[in-house]
C-alpha cells in the first residue's frame, strides 16, 4: 500500500492551495483518513481528519479556512487550503487506516512541503 501526497508549493499569505493524497495497492478498505502537518522545530500536529462517513474534525486552528474531503471510489483525499498564511507553512503528511489482506495498518504518505511567504 502506497500513500501519494502531491499538491503542495509556495504560495503568498491570503493565496490558496489544494492537496492530494491518493492510496494504491491491494486495498479492501479505508476508514479514517487525515493530514497532518510538521513545522520546523516543532512536533507534528493534526489538521483535519474525516472518517470513510464524511465526518470531520478540524485543528482549530485551521478552522473556517481549510475544507477536507474524499472520494471514496478514487481512495482519494483533498484538503483544500484558503487564507494560507505564514504560519501554515509546514511538510503536509496524509495518513489512513487501510484495511488489507493482512488485516489493518495505519498509513503515511511521504510528505509535501507547503510554504506560505511573501
Known amino acids: 500500500v502506497q500513500l501519494q501526497a502531491y499538491g503542495g508549493g509556495l504560495v503568498q499569505p491570503g493565496g490558496s492551495l489544494r492537496l492530494s493524497c491518493a492510496a494504491s495497492?491491494?486495498?479492501?478498505?479505508?476508514?479514517?483518513m487525515g493530514w497532518y502537518r510538521q513545522a520546523p522545530g516543532k512536533q507534528r500536529e493534526l489538521v483535519a481528519t474525516?472518517?470513510?462517513?464524511?465526518?470531520?474534525n478540524y485543528a482549530d486552528s485551521v478552522k473556517g479556512r481549510f475544507t477536507l474531503s474524499r472520494d471514496n471510489a478514487k481512495n482519494t483525499l483533498y484538503l483544500q487550503m484558503n487564507s494560507l498564511k505564514p504560519e501554515d507553512t509546514a511538510v503536509y503528511y496524509c495518513?489512513?487506516?487501510?484495511?488489507?489482506?493482512?488485516?489493518?495498518?495505519?498509513?503515511w504518505g511521504q510528505g509535501t512541503q507547503v510554504t506560505v511567504s511573501s
Open positions: 495497492g491491494n486495498i479492501y478498505s479505508i476508514a479514517a
Open positions: 474525516i472518517t470513510s462517513g464524511g465526518r470531520t
Open positions: 495518513n489512513a487506516d487501510i484495511e488489507i489482506e493482512a488485516g489493518w495498518g495505519d498509513y
